[in-house]
Every structure is written in C-alpha cells, then in structure tokens.
C-alpha cells in the first residue's frame, strides 16, 4: 500500500532527448581537443629539433600558459555580455589562419622558430576565449536535466581527442614531418567552426523567458567553493603531468615508448570514467561521486612513484578517478550557475586552476629537486586530499539540500 508521503513525492522529471546544439557540440570537442593536442606535439618536436634544446620546448609550454591564466576571467565576462555561438566562431575562424600561417611561413622559406612561438601564443590567447564561453555555450544550450549525461560525454570527447593526437602526432611526425599537421590543425578549427554554424542561434526568448534564464542555477549556490574544487582536480591534472616525465624519465630510466604507454592509460581511465559517471552519480550522487574521486585519486598518487609496475597498475584506476571528480564538478558548476554568470564562473575557475597549478608546480620542483620525486608527488597528492577534504566538509550540508538534477528546473 502506498503512503500519504510516498504519494505526495514527486516522480522524477523524464530526462529530455539531445537536442541540436548537444549533438553538435560533443564533435566540435573532439575535433578540437585532436587539432590542439596534435598542434602542441607538432611545435614542441619543431621547436626542440630548430634549436636543439629542452629549455626551448619549456618556454612554449610556459608561453602557451599564460593567456589562459591571466585573461580567461575577462574573456569570461565578455562571453556573459555577447552572443557566446558568435564568439567561438569567431575563436575557430581566427585559430583556423593563426594554425595556416605557420605552414604557409616555413613552405616560404622562413625561420620557424619564432613563428612557431608567435602562433602557439595566438591560439592560447583564443583558447583562453574559446573556453568560458564554449561552456556558457554548454549552460545556454544543455537541458539541466542532461547536464550530468552531456558533461560525462563532453570529457570522453575531449580526453579521446588528446589520447588520439598523442598516438597519431608521433606517428605522422615520423612519415610526413610536422609541416602537414599545422594546415590539420587549421582544418580542424575549420570544422569545429562548421559544427557551431550548423548549431544556429538561440531560439529568441520571451521577456519571461529571459527573466527565468537569468534567475537559473540553485539559489544561493557556493560557487567559489564548487570552483575550487573543479581547480583543485585540474591542479592534480595538471601538475602530474609534469612529475610523471620526471619519474618516468629520470627516477625509472625510462623514454618516450614508456611514457607514451603511461598517457595511454590515463587516457583510458579518463574515458572510462566518462562513460560509468552517469551511473556511479545516479546511485551515490554528483557530489559524493566527485568528492570521493578527487580524494582517491590525490591518495593513489602516493603508490604511483614506488615501481614502475605499480605506475603501470596504478595510473588507470587515478585517472578513472581524477575524472569522475572533473566530470562530477563540471556537471554541478553547469547546473548551479546563473546563465547571465555561466562565462565568467568558468573563467575565474579555469584562471584559479592553472594560477594553482604554476604555484604547485614550482613547489613540487622544489621539493623533487632537494630530496626525490617520489617526495614531489607526496607533497601533491597530501594537498590535493587536505584542500579537496575539507572544502567538501564545509559544503556538505548546502550539497544535501541541492536539489536533484532536473527538478524543478527547466529551460524555455
């Protein structure tokens, strides 16, 4: 027999079908994601075999870190005031001539060193546009009731386009060199760009529907908290990428082969996670879901520099959770944001991670250099652990009043 309460609990809103823009959006990713990895492989062989050293290939790295860092904020802003289809469009036309330049300069003869420099520079400086405003996009154009679903298969798009322009970089570097894969690259921000035409404007709203549009997101939601928390695994990210060279290369006197296989399965694990989180939040909730992998995976990291057997095991199942925890975060930052405020929260978040991510690093470099690396990543995961713990502590009673995704929130 049913209850006075079961039966006045609401039934769970039925989760729409992708619409257009969700369809168009997750190709545009991948399209991306391979033309920019693909790119970045393809100015680093170019730059280290023009001038010989290791040094150079560091300053693209830092070169190509800093629009994002200092300018994703503002470029957060201006996607909140203006159309954000136009300003990605505007982002892939203009990627798409910095990426041709730079074939088109070295078929011609001219020193590529330089220009190499110069275009990575350009197109960090459009990424760091292209960003906050692709993911107000996302928050413009995804059904809340969706949001867990698309960010899921957002991150499997963008992590499958890395793992691939990692493997088929390296191999076409070898057959064809890297001149080819720069005009690629152009043609990828071509077809990204294709992709966000054929998305075609937003359907124009009523005033009630701007009004609503407006007020979206949770009421009183801790965003700075929940962006922390989407920094905080972006810095393991991020900084691990660096120390695993280092052990791989220094302290298990390993190469490239090795660290190639090392990626692939981060990649693995990425992409793994992306497809079980629908599941896995559905039963212990975003937040838990999240919480929980960000905590593992900065735990798991403290194995991974004992052997390069427990690497080899370990480094999947970190992945697999560091992603939960980028796709649960992402997926409650989508669903808690005002539209009106959806660029500049991304941006502020996406400055915040690499701005922790620099700091971490000269920390974890400092400490690797004074004693081993396998120190470095102590350092790292006991950060990410504290910092992820207790931010999560003081949001746990605000996240148990969240409402479930989907419920009484809708998009005209």
């Known amino acids: ?51 010989q050293s290791a040094l150079a290939v560091g300053w693209l790295y830092i070169l190509v870190s800093i629009p994002p860092a200092l300018l994703s904020l503002w470029f957060g802003t201006i996607a909140d005031r203006f159309d954000r289809r136009t300003l990605c469009l505007i982002a892939d036309l203009a990627g798409a001539a910095a990426a041709a330049f730079l074939p088109v300069w070295i078929l011609t003869g001219g020193d590529p060193g330089p220009v190499a420099y110069g275009t990575a520079f350009a197109l960090s400086l459009l990424s760091a546009m292209f960003m906050p405003a692709s993911n107000a996009l996302i928050k413009e154009r995804v059904h809340p009731a969706r949001t867990a679903r698309f960010s899921a298969h957002y991150e499997m798009a963008m992590q499958a386009g890395l793992l691939l322009s990692a493997a088929a970089g390296g191999i076409l570097i070898h057959y064809v060199g890297t001149t080819p894969l720069f005009m690629f690259n152009g043609v990828t921000f071509l077809a990204s760009a294709v992709a966000l035409w054929a998305m075609r404007k937003a359907p124009v709203r009523s005033d009630t529907a701007d009004r609503a549009a407006a007020a979206d997101g949770v009421p009183g939601a801790p965003l700075v908290r929940l962006g922390l928390l989407y920094a905080c695994g972006q810095t393991m990210i991020m900084v691990s990428n660096t120390t695993l060279i280092v052990l791989v290369y220094d302290a298990f006197d390993r190469g490239a ?40 995976c900065a735990l798991v990291s403290f194995v991974l520099p004992l052997h390069l057997a427990v690497l080899l095991l370990a480094v999947p199942p970190a992945a ?53 690396i396998r120190y470095g990543f102590y350092v790292l995961g006991a950060f990410c652990a504290i910092m992820t713990a207790a931010t999560a502590f003081t949001l746990r009673r605000k996240m148990n009043e969240a409402p479930p995704p989907g419920s009484g929130m809708s998009r005209q």
């Open 1 to 51: 027999m049913t209850t006075t309460a079961q039966a006045a609990r609401p039934a769970p809103a039925a989760v729409p079908p992708r619409n257009r823009a969700e369809r168009l959006l997750l190709p545009a990713t991948f399209i991306t994601s391979l033309g920019n990895g693909i790119q970045l492989v393809a100015a680093a062989v170019l730059i280290f075999t023009t001038g």
């Open 257 to 296: 082969g090795v660290y190639g296989i090392v990626d692939a399965l981060a990649g693995l694990g990425f992409c793994v996670a992306a497809a079980l989180y629908p599941r896995l939040s559905a039963r212990f909730g975003e937040f838990r879901t999240a919480v929980a992998g960000g905590i593992g």
């Open 320 to 372: 697999f959770m560091v992603g939960l925890s980028r796709v649960g975060m992402r997926s409650i930052l989508l669903r808690s944001v005002p539209e009106r405020r959806a660029g500049r929260l991304f941006g502020a978040v996406n400055a915040a991670g690499l701005g922790l991510s620099a700091a971490m690093t000269v920390l974890v470099a400092a400490v690797a250099d004074a004693t081993h």
